[in-house]
């Protein structure tokens, strides 16, 4: 399939994960995606190939969002690359490991470190691309946020505020950039890959049974999951603007009982 | 006294009853208010030398509490909130601190425990905005968004770090953060300031968490008021013009005072012993509206 041969779009942090899934699933699409790393080059170099591979165009370009010079140099590749953006997905986040319990482990450093990448972050990379999306009369801006900022659940106290804060700022720009641009969110649960293995280590594959017996859906979220909701708001849902959209196997509905086996 | 014609289940509730405490209440440690009684409770506010804060004070101190009134820079205002908590029947005192930092926002915790021995409530108040119109996203910076949140986010999870121990070996402790409506939806004086509040409202269910049984944490989400805080950052006729439109436009017809707020606080503090981790939109029912064409 090539309906998206002529769209054009920015993922942030999509060296893996997330990023990486929605960079592809858009390629697949025949879109052409500027594919965003800070730190993890060869990564990068991977998706971009598998973008192409799958049908559509790809660059690479290095640029850390929570800099604003980068957002507006990442913005410019798009553009000198194909003359347009047609959407925008905030991927590119961070955080640090801190059981809620342990106020202590966590500084105003710490708070301030990730709020730059999860917040002021998209806030400057919207800040970016909205004068072209407005001339162009159309845009779709997709932040990744986490069902952390919905609940206050997550890897720590502070990156479920910043979390928090990129849902309250997903309401403050879709209203402010609307009509010609919408702003929605994809609220990931739990979601397979590096993230979650880094943070639970050997538990790791427990965590995936646990996921499966006691969420309504049964299973463990991937980062397709997320990338399908991403492309849903990006490419349709003409309607829909200021949206906040949990992908997370139902956990949010309570736990189900672990189901006899 | 028990009521003529009340029916008594039993009669462990009868003699709880005729002894003016509810046996409920008395299991968890509470007085004869079903929450919290305030006489002589230990009340820390931060930013309390003018608006929300100042008004939360006193209404603490109406009810016979003891205030510590923080203020970072306002010395005059805190020193009138003093006076003002003597004359409505509590004890206060003053102290400067600046809750970005850390060392200041546990030598505040420090000068309550140092006065009075225990700390029951902490109310963070202490609040800043950037202001800045929402259509104009270069209005704002980096260094803006990170201002904010220092003191509405940062500075409110230090200020609890630094209550909790002594609420917890107390067995009780209710906190309270000041937030906005902005953080529920959006809007609000900029979108950095409406970004810190609803980190600040997801924050308050994490601390409710973790910090139960029991310490309870909640919010309470003013929509526009006519205080001090915008006074000063927006010219006069924008404020008085925003004013207006509330007060025509609201369902309630009015706009918050920090009297208002003070009382949702208030009774966050000392009213539901079964509250936490809520989130209190108080703002003349204005987030009913947008709904209708009118």
């Not at chain 2, 004890?91 to 030598?107: I, K, M």
Request: proline content about 3%.
């Amino acid at each position: 399939m090539s309906d998206l041969s002529n769209w054009v779009g920015i993922v942030t942090g999509s060296a893996a994960g997330i990023g990486a899934a929605t960079a592809r699933m858009l390629a697949a699409r025949g879109a052409k995606v500027v594919v965003n790393y800070s730190k993890s080059q060869q990564e990068a170099e991977e998706t971009a190939a598998a973008c192409k591979a799958a049908g559509g165009e790809a660059i690479l370009c290095q640029a850390d969002v929570a800099n604003d010079q980068d957002c507006r140099k990442l913005t410019q590749a798009a553009l000198d690359a194909w003359g347009r953006i047609d959407g925008l997905v905030n991927n590119a986040g961070t955080t640090k490991i801190v059981p809620h319990q342990d106020l202590d482990g966590l500084s105003a450093e710490d708070f301030q470190r990730i709020y730059a990448v999860n917040v002021v972050g998209p806030f400057q990379m919207c800040r970016a691309v909205a004068p072209t999306m407005k001339a162009q009369a159309r845009g779709a801006i997709v932040n990744i946020s986490s069902i952390a900022g919905v609940v206050g659940i997550g890897s720590s106290i502070a990156y479920a505020a910043s979390k928090g804060a990129l849902n309250t700022m997903t309401l403050s720009l879709a209203r402010t950039l609307g009509p010609e641009i919408r702003v929605n969110t994809v609220c990931p649960g739990f979601v397979q890959g590096r993230w979650q293995q880094q943070w639970l280590g050997d538990q790791y594959d427990e965590r995936i049974k646990q996921e499966e017996a006691t969420t309504t859906l049964g299973r463990a979220g991937s980062p397709e999951d997320m990338a399908e909701v991403a492309i849903m708001f990006l490419t349709s849902c003409a309607n829909v603007t200021g949206e906040i959209i949990m992908s997370d196997s139902g956990r949010h509905l309570g736990f189900a009982p672990i189901k006899a086996r | 006294m028990v009521p003529k014609g009340l029916l008594i289940p039993t009669p462990g509730f009868a003699s709880a009853v005729a002894m003016g405490l509810d046996a409920h209440s008395e299991a968890n440690g509470m007085g004869a208010a079903r929450g919290m009684a305030m006489r002589d409770q230990v009340v820390v506010v931060t930013g309390a030398g003018s608006g929300i804060g100042q008004a939360a004070a006193r209404r603490f101190a109406r009810e016979g509490a003891r205030v510590v009134v923080n203020y970072r820079q306002n010395r005059v205002g805190a020193d009138a909130t003093v006076e003002a908590c003597i004359a409505a029947g509590g004890q206060a005192l003053a102290h400067q601190g600046d809750v970005c930092d850390d060392t200041e926002a546990r030598a505040l915790a420090g000068a309550a425990l140092a006065a009075w021995g225990r700390i029951d409530a902490l109310v963070n108040s202490a609040g800043v905005t950037v202001p800045a119109r929402h259509d104009d996203l270069e209005a704002l910076s980096g260094a803006d968004f990170h201002a904010v949140y220092d003191v509405n986010v940062v500075g409110s999870y230090q200020m609890i770090r630094a209550v909790a121990p002594a609420m917890k070996a107390q067995g009780r402790g209710a906190i309270v953060n000041v937030s906005s409506a902005a953080g529920v939806d959006g809007s609000g004086s900029s979108v950095a300031y409406a970004a810190s509040k609803g980190a600040l409202n997801t924050m308050t269910l994490s601390l409710a968490r973790a910090l139960a049984p029991e310490i309870r944490v909640n919010a309470v989400c003013p929509g526009v008021l006519d205080t001090g805080f915008l006074r000063g950052r927006l010219p006069d006729q924008a404020i008085d013009d925003i004013i207006a439109g509330v007060r025509a436009e609201a369902p309630l017809r009015r706009v918050g005072t920090v009297d208002d707020i003070a009382e949702t606080i208030y009774w966050l503090i000392a009213g539901d012993p079964n509250l936490t981790g809520q989130t209190v939109v108080s703002d003349g029912g204005m987030r009913l509206k947008g709904w209708s064409l009118r």
